[in-house]
Every structure is written in C-alpha cells, then in structure tokens.
C-alpha cells in the first residue's frame, strides 16, 4: 500500500549499501546459475529473520543484466561478519559457488559493490509510494513542500 504525500529517510546515522549481482552468461547451463540464484532468497531470510545480523532492508531487482539485491546495513563490521562465519548460508553457498564457476566456464558470474555512506550522506525523496530504500531501512521522515517537515 502506498504512503501518500511526499517523505524521505532519516538520515542522522549512517549506512552501508552493499549491491549484490548475478549475470547469466549462459541461460542454457541451468545447473551452473540456478543455484547461485536461489541462495540469495535463503540468505536474505535468514539475516532478516535475526535483528542482530546488521541487515536493515533489501529490495532485489531483476534488470537487463540479471538480478541485483541491493541491501542496507549498519555498519561494514555487520556485513563482513556475515559474509565470513561458517555457520551462517554465505560462506558455504560462496565455496560452493566457486567451485561450480570453476567448473561452468563463465557460464554464470557474480559481482558486489560495498559503498559506506556517513550520516548526512544521502539524500531521497518519495512520493505516493510504499515505503522502501532508505526509508525502509533507516526510518521515515515527512517532507512538506520544498523541504523538510
């Protein structure tokens, strides 16, 4: 459901965008990109389902290239604890995904971004739409006219 009027985030902490991608190279060698994709949705429940994990929001999108996640967390000390612990779904789907690529030559590949942004760093307007990005990640702060409420 949208949120009319016109709104942005809370902006007073900072925030790590971590951009996540997937491109298809050969949609015909399924068994090499097929279980790249369906990790992320696994992962993604298991850090939203833990308060503690960092995870602040994610929206995944699917674009001319393939899908990309793009996901807000705390700080980079969050994200890098994630991505390294054994006992959580990132490291074995990456060990497990390297060995596949290895094995599919170029069939699938996977790229990520990681920007920290400090606080006052950012800037968004929305208008008439559900609440997302930022907003949903860090808070929602209403917009009147030209500036802020």
């Avoid at 950012?122 to 997302?132: A, C, I, K, L, N």
């Amino acid at each position: 459901m949208a949120r009319t009027g016109r709104w942005t985030h809370d902006d007073a902490e900072g925030v790590v965008v971590f951009l996540i991608g997937m491109k298809v190279n050969r949609w015909r060698s399924v068994r090499a990109w097929w279980p790249v994709f369906s990790a992320m949705p696994r992962m993604l429940g298991e850090l939203s389902a833990d308060p503690d994990s960092g995870l602040l929001g994610h929206q995944m999108l699917i674009g001319r290239g393939g899908p990309l996640v793009v996901q807000y967390w705390r700080d980079r000390e969050h994200l890098l604890a994630y991505s390294r612990d054994p006992d959580h779904l990132h490291r074995p789907a990456w060990q497990r995904f390297n060995a596949a690529a290895r094995a599919s030559d170029g069939a699938v590949g996977i790229w990520h971004e990681t920007y920290d942004v400090p606080a006052g760093g950012t800037e968004s307007v929305y208008v008439d739409v559900p609440v997302m990005g930022l907003a949903e990640a860090r808070g929602v702060v209403s917009l009147g006219g030209a500036g802020r409420a």
